[in-house]
């Protein structure tokens, strides 16, 4: 008999209140000029995105309980796709207004939301018997 869970019923609800945060926060500063005039403008300030390693450790379990959990109980499982909905609204909005290194976006889109890139190939021509014989005497040349 293991450990008792930690588990409780309103982490559903405190999941999606840590994830649902706005993506930015506007700030307005003000521009000085070479010349000495002045002006404001808006800027937007990205707020932390939320992580589920953060959430974990805001009660104070690791990131592999938070997995474990989705397992045995199916209504903390919807909480946390609704909670990585938010996350993924998040980041695309800080990816699109340029907020986010785009580097960082892509790589973060790709490893926390799996996202792929995609090439289409399009094939023209047709394979003869003659092409079918060489690819296979081009693959039996490989494999010596």
């Given at each position: 008999?293991?450990?008792?869970?930690?588990?409780?019923?309103?982490?559903?609800?405190?999941?999606?209140?840590?994830?649902?945060?706005?993506?930015?926060?506007?700030?307005?500063?003000?521009?000085?000029?070479?010349?000495?005039?002045?002006?404001?403008?808006?800027?937007?300030?990205?707020?932390?995105?939320?992580?589920?390693?953060?959430?974990?450790?805001?009660?104070?379990?690791c990131t592999d309980t938070i997995?474990?959990?989705?397992?045995?109980?199916p209504e903390f499982s919807d909480?946390?796709?609704?909670?990585?909905?938010?996350?993924?609204?998040?980041?695309?909005?800080?990816?699109?207004n340029g907020s986010y290194n785009?580097?960082?976006?892509?790589?973060?889109?790709?490893?926390?939301?799996?996202?792929?890139?995609?090439?289409?190939?399009?094939?023209?021509?047709?394979?003869?018997?003659?092409?079918?014989?060489?690819?296979?005497?081009?693959?039996?040349?490989?494999?010596?």
């Amino acid at each position: 008999m293991g450990r008792p869970t930690k588990y409780k019923p309103e982490y559903c609800e405190d999941i999606i209140k840590y994830f649902n945060v706005e993506p930015y926060t506007e700030n307005e500063i003000t521009v000085t000029k070479k010349n000495g005039e002045t002006y404001t403008k808006k800027i937007a300030i990205p707020n932390d995105l939320p992580l589920i390693c953060g959430f974990a450790q805001s009660i104070d379990v690791c990131t592999d309980t938070i997995n474990e959990w989705t397992k045995i109980h199916p209504e903390f499982s919807d909480a946390l796709k609704k909670a990585k909905d938010i996350q993924q609204k998040i980041l695309v909005t800080n990816g699109m207004n340029g907020s986010y290194n785009s580097a960082f976006a892509i790589f973060t889109a790709k490893n926390i939301m799996g996202w792929r890139d995609k090439q289409d190939i399009a094939h023209t021509g047709e394979l003869t018997p003659t092409t079918w014989a060489e690819l296979a005497k081009m693959a039996n040349q490989k494999g010596e």
